[in-house]
């Protein structure tokens, strides 16, 4: 038995095989598949639908057909691919919220702008529209290069004639590999009188042609954003704008108000669109708006947001806007096949192959009109000669044998060509009447000047340009429409207040030492009652009070970190409950602790902070220079810059406005004293440390407060020893000087200093010690002291604890939800 051999067998690697494969793939769905051709704007698939349609007699002019016919049709004979894919691509050529200038009309469901499905093609019926005539026109007169399909049994167009620019007309979409197209819509109108233009003025430049085409012009109107973006989009093929809804906003009876959109973005889903602003509502992203509906109709488009009274309804719009599809970013890329090739092109590269096209074509048009007028006027003036001879023709043609034997006898007799001589032996008998004579007599003149006229286009390129300028003035007359869109310079920025996302209201806000924080409703307030606040025995209260959810809270810890929260940010807790604690969001460190919190109606309402620290160091800041970053909800801020790890801030003073009169008053640990102006402090930014506040030497700082000259401070030592002094008694210097003695110095356990407060008539001193223990002081049962007093004693250290915190406890009335 013989073994045959086979020697064509080779081995390749599968990266060689699979590069060579998909390399070959991806050029087939560039040139043949998702990008639309230069010349006509059509993807392949579009161009057989149209062709196939027309070649089927399925025109404007005739009645509808099955939708299923042409599938079939372009299935069978072009386009061997799914149906689905086919009835696909019909359907969104007979969308007019899809095209500029829809190319197929449709009877039945066709889809809608809600992103409904079209009915089946076993229902619908279509037509080409009177438009894609013109697309098709004179296809049949060689003017396109005609291809085998893809089983070798009829011929197709590479390209369609495109009297109009569909590519710009109707714009183009779509995914390739490595790829892709967003070809926006533009007014007939606009765009071939640029091309005319630039026939005209072959240099043109780009601001010239945009004198005429302003920018796209999509079929649901809108309002497009950036003219910037649409030049470098004209200039590149790629450019960005903003592409957002016409909206009004129209007054209702009882003070309310209501947003009404008229028109939306290209291709966005209303249905979704309209969902999308119902569930803001719902999920009270956004305050104010009572209803939503969609009023669309036979009228037109029609969403109307329905607010409530007294709300925000710039602020909501703006909302919306940067929110849901009522405004989107649209990205120019516009990719065609030009040369057989994918480019980004530009306005002017479009307009220029479109041109050469219409050139080619009528070209093409001109020679084959020209060939049949001759191969006529041939026939004709045999048919004349005949006619002149008429009695000699028949004595011929009857002595002949036969037709082929009569036209052979002409030909050597008469000198006719075998086309002429064809036509005569064709001749019916009712032609050789007289009339007919005159007929052809006025036909060889009419083809006289019709040949001369071809003749002229083909020799003279302006009279070329002329035909065609004169034909796009034809389909600009009869198709064209006012523009939709709206072009707008500018980009608008869109500000959103906070009160549009947030309802305005009262509740009562903690944060404590420890760093929980919390805010709950006035009720729960009311319900609970302050001093069940839930926080550990151990915690103390550092801010409690009534704030709207609207204000701002700024707190400060001891390492000079800036915690910044909205009050509507805030975890919302019962008031009997913990609350949240800033390392979920923020982090702190072991030894870090809140010091003071401050809640702002706003962070423009100007005021400085004093900062003052441990080891010496003190400075003022601008509110305005706390404002916080945009990663505040996960970093703290930087208030001051502590120059040691050991270091901590240990004064937090808040000023309203300037105050000439203020001191600052510096006590140390080990008894000194020092008094001097506060406008000695410069002002400086967030991250500054500050300038050196009092010579500490060896000692630190136990606590920094603003006084005036009038005023009386009390002193708590370590001991449990309390002293009231005036300010005056310590001398007014200047800064970063040692001061004085405020304490008298013992050998044996002296008294240091362990708080400071500037006392106020009328108030008296909550003092709380590390025990836990609270114990209430009336400064003015005391004696005043001068500042070599150690003060009297109102506790027991050994059975009560040292002094840890006092506080004013300041006669207010009580708010109403504390009563």
């Known amino acids: 038995m013989a073994v045959t051999e086979h020697n064509n067998i080779q081995e390749l690697s599968l990266e060689a095989v699979m590069g060579e494969r998909f390399g070959r793939y991806s050029k087939y769905i560039i040139q043949e598949r998702a990008l639309p051709d230069i010349r006509d704007g059509l993807k392949p698939v579009q161009r057989r639908i149209l062709f196939a349609m027309n070649q089927d007699g399925n025109t404007f002019d005739k009645s509808f057909r099955k939708s299923a016919k042409s599938v079939g049709n372009v299935m ?73 399909n893809f089983d070798d049994t009829e011929y197709e167009p590479t390209v369609l004639p495109a009297r109009f620019p569909n590519l710009l007309v109707n714009g183009a979409t779509g995914i390739s590999a490595g790829y892709a197209t967003e070809i926006p819509t533009h007014n007939l109108s606009e765009t071939i009188q640029a091309t005319i233009y630039l026939m ?64 939306i973005p290209f291709e966005v889903n209303k249905a979704v669109l309209v969902k999308r602003i119902d569930e803001l509502r719902l999920l009270k992203k956004v305050e104010g708006i009572a209803e939503v509906r969609d009023e669309t109709d036979r009228e037109g488009l029609r969403i109307v947001i329905e607010l409530k009274k007294n709300a925000n309804a710039s602020g909501i719009l703006n909302y919306l806007f940067k929110n849901t599809d009522l405004q989107i970013s649209y990205n120019f890329n516009m990719v065609a096949i030009n040369n057989r090739r994918p480019e980004n092109v530009g306005l002017k590269t479009i307009l220029s192959a479109y041109i050469e096209h219409q050139r080619d074509v009528t070209t093409k048009r001109t020679q084959y009109d ?23 023709v028949i004595k011929t043609i009857r002595s002949s044998k036969n037709k082929s034997d009569a036209k052979q006898n002409l030909i050597s007799s008469y000198d006719f060509s075998e086309k002429q001589a064809e036509a005569i032996v064709s001749l019916q008998l009712y032609r050789l009447t007289n009339t007919d004579v005159t007929a052809l007599e006025q036909e060889a003149r009419e083809l006289d000047q019709q040949i001369k006229q071809f003749e002229k286009i083909l020799a003279d390129p302006l009279e070329l340009d002329r035909v065609i300028k004169k034909e796009l003035k034809a389909v600009e007359k009869k198709y064209s429409s006012p523009r939709l869109t709206e072009i707008q310079a500018q980009i608008q920025e869109l500000t959103i207040e906070t009160e549009v996302m947030v309802a305005a209201e009262d509740v009562k806000v903690l944060v404590s030492h420890d760093g929980y924080v919390k805010r709950s409703s006035l009720r729960s307030f009311k319900a609970s009652g302050a001093a069940e606040n839930g926080l550990k025995d151990e915690d103390r209260v550092i801010f409690s009070a009534t704030a709207n959810t609207l204000d701002h809270l700024l707190i400060f810890t001891n390492k000079g970190n800036l915690i910044y929260r909205p009050v509507h940010d805030l975890t919302e807790a019962r008031w009997k409950d913990t609350g949240e604690h800033l390392s979920q969001t923020v982090g702190l460190a072991a030894n870090e602790y809140v010091l003071n919190a401050y809640c702002f109606n706003s962070l423009e309402q100007g005021g400085k902070f004093v900062f003052a620290t441990k080891e010496g160091f003190i400075k003022q800041t601008e509110l305005s220079d706390l404002k916080p970053g945009r990663t505040y909800k996960s970093r703290a801020g930087q208030f001051m810059k502590l120059k040691t790890a050991s270091d901590e801030i240990i004064t937090i003073a808040y000023l309203p406005k300037d105050d000439e009169s203020l001191q600052v008053f510096c006590a140390s640990y080990t008894g000194y004293g020092l008094r001097y102006s506060l406008n000695e402090v410069p002002t400086s930014g967030a991250k500054a440390a500050g300038v050196k506040n009092m010579d500490l030497r060896e000692d630190h700082l136990a606590n920094v407060i603003l006084v005036h000259e009038d005023d009386q401070i009390a002193l708590i030592t370590q001991r449990g020893s309390f002293k009231r002094m005036k300010v005056a008694e310590v001398p007014q210097t ?71 915190c006092a506080e004013l406890l300041k006669d207010t009335p009580k708010t109403e939800e504390e009563q």
Do not use: C
């Open 76 to 148: 069978g004979n072009f386009h061997p691919h799914g149906d689905s894919s086919i009835y696909e691509a019909m359907v969104r050529l007979s969308q007019d919220w899809k095209l500029r200038a829809p190319l197929i009309e449709m009877h039945g469901n066709n889809g809608s702008m809600d992103g409904d499905p079209p009915a089946a093609m076993r229902y619908t019926e279509a037509r080409l529209s009177e438009i894609a005539g013109d697309m098709l026109r004179d296809i049949n007169k060689k003017t396109v290069e005609m291809v085998l």
């Open 200 to 263: 005209n003025h072959p240099q043109a430049s780009l601001d010239d042609l945009m004198q005429f085409v302003k920018g796209p012009d999509f079929p649901t109107g809108g309002i497009l954003q950036g003219l910037d973006g649409i030049k470098r989009a004209y200039e590149t093929g790629r450019g960005k704008t903003v592409l957002r809804s016409r909206t009004a906003i129209e007054d209702l009876r009882g003070g309310k108000q209501q947003i009404v959109v008229t028109e």
């Open 370 to 392: 020209l060939a049949k007028a001759q191969a006529r006027q041939h026939i004709v003036a045999g048919l004349i000669k005949a006619l002149s001879i008429l009695d000699q």
């Open 734 to 804: 200047t800064r970063a000087r040692r001061g004085v003695q405020i304490l008298r110095e013992l050998k044996k356990n002296p008294h240091r200093v362990q708080l400071t407060a500037v006392l106020e008539d009328q108030a008296k001193l909550l003092i709380t010690t590390d025990n836990k223990q609270s114990l209430e002081v009336d400064p003015y049962e005391y004696p005043s002291n001068d500042r070599y007093s150690n003060g009297s004693f109102i506790l027991d250290t050994e059975t009560q604890g040292v002094p840890a």
